[in-house]
């Protein structure tokens, strides 16, 4: 799951969601699809948490380079 990209794995959530939504799969196959979707999101959290990280980190140094350049 870690070497996924956030699109690809977004992606994948977005498949198994669209198959467990239709019902047409058996039950074994939907815990499966389950487990992996969640799996899945947590990745795409993950990916998410890390790139609001890097925007902030980003936000602040752009916000002190400002102050010194007024």
């Known amino acids: 799951m870690e070497n996924l990209s956030y699109e690809e794995a ?30 899945l999101a947590n990745a795409c959290y993950k990916s998410l948490d890390n790139v609001k990280g890097k925007l902030t980190e980003l936000n602040e140094t752009l916000g002190k380079l400002i102050e010194e350049d007024v």
């Open 10 to 39: 977004s992606k994948k959530l977005d498949q198994i969601i669209s198959e467990l939504e239709s019902g047409n799969i058996p039950m074994e196959k939907a815990i499966e699809n389950f487990e992996l979707g969640k799996q």
